[in-house]
């Protein structure tokens, strides 16, 4: 199975308004467990940060769950994480840091970073707390509930800019850069 390429017949993710509320809330006192096992504290974060919030990223040879394809804006994690990272150096020249959450384990993550050569880190959010800090929008699949694909930019602990949905997620790094090089 092929993770980089995304099925030309997938559904595109509407947007229902789960995200209308973001632009101006400051960011929770919280951190995660970054896959180069550090805390990484939102509220200590200073000046521009990119968090690309996606569901779940694949593995090779492991099917993906059932009716996954089928899920407006489930399918192209490793697209959107791989854009990310062949942008990243443009992202470091806007002094832009960027990183990664979902609510995989750090383990699971780690072999994703590995693999797909990210050089930033993913964060795990296992119990799901940004959902009901921030009231982000999930769904569910194979009995797992799972965020939706969001990205939030923040400057010095306030959200200033989301984008949701996001479709096709390979292209959200450039609308993230394109955003970033004319508000910056």
Request: with cysteine; aromatic share 8%; hydrophobic share 40%.
């Amino acid at each position: 199975m092929n993770l980089t390429d995304l099925p030309g017949n997938l559904p595109v993710p509407i947007d229902d308004g789960s995200a209308n509320h973001l632009s101006g809330m400051l960011m929770p006192d919280i951190s995660f467990i970054a896959t180069d096992n550090q805390d990484v504290s939102f509220k200590q974060l200073e000046g521009f940060v990119v968090i690309y919030i996606y569901p779940m990223t694949g593995q090779p040879d492991v099917p993906l769950p059932n009716g996954w394809d089928d899920i407006p804006g489930a399918r192209g994690c490793t697209p959107q994480s791989c854009g990310f990272r062949d942008h990243h150096n443009e992202l470091e020249e806007l002094n832009a840091q960027v990183f990664g959450l979902s609510s995989q384990k750090t383990s699971y993550q780690l072999e994703a970073k590995e693999r797909l050569h990210l050089p930033f880190e993913l964060l795990s959010d296992a119990q799901l707390a940004l959902k009901d800090l921030l009231q982000l929008p999930t769904f569910t699949a194979a009995g797992m509930e799972l965020y939706k694909r969001i990205t939030l930019v923040v400057k010095d602990g306030v959200i200033v800019k989301t984008f949701y949905p996001i479709f096709p997620p390979g292209s959200n790094a450039e609308e993230v850069l394109s955003w970033l090089r004319s508000n910056a």
